[in-house]
């Protein structure tokens, strides 16, 4: 059997990203694929707890600290997504490394310092990133409650984000019609899915 494919989606905060996996995942299982949803940051473990904290501003932490207890929340369901991939499940990761390169990046940290500790991670087969200018964006509900979501600070997420964009990336227009974003993107996965039966692949490293 097959492998299960990675499949991640990134964007900008308030980008959909949240509606748009769990809509995928859904999707997958309706048509008998096994696929299972997953979140970073994961809050739910005692690490994720602290960048709960840190998110809600009711703890302070050094850029750095905050850095690494993103890519450890990353770390500690590593093992598990190797073995589900390895099982045949399909991952729907809404956020992973992109993320926390993009958002530290984003407040001046060096980029190469902020990739090393997600070095060797299961690398993405698919990204899909969700596109919205912050402006947009910030009209939506929700937008501004956490530490990062000010309008410079997603200016510059979005140029991070572009700047690691590679072949295995799609951009969708985030400000169109949900159904119509979930219809491309679920045709996407379609097709990923198709080309990996005809031409497995094991799982890659991601940045090495
Ligand atoms: N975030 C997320 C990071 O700064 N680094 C990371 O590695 C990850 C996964 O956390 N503003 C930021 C992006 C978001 C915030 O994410 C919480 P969400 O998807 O709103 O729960």
Redesign the pocket.
Known sequence: MARGLLIVFEGC?RSG??TQSTRLVQALNGAGVAAKLL???D?TTAIGTM?DGY?QQKTRLSDQA??LL??A??WEAMDQMRADLESGTTLVV????F??V???AAKKMDPRWCRAPDVGLAMPDRVFFLDIHPDDAAKRAGFGG????RREMQIEVRAQFSSMMDKSWSVVDALQDADEIHGQILALANEALERHRADPAPIGRLWT
């Open positions: 905060d990203k949240t979140k970073f940051p809050r960048i998110l905050i850095h993103f890519s929340n990353r809404d956020r992973y490394a993320s926390g993009a958002f530290s956490e530490i990062y979501e």
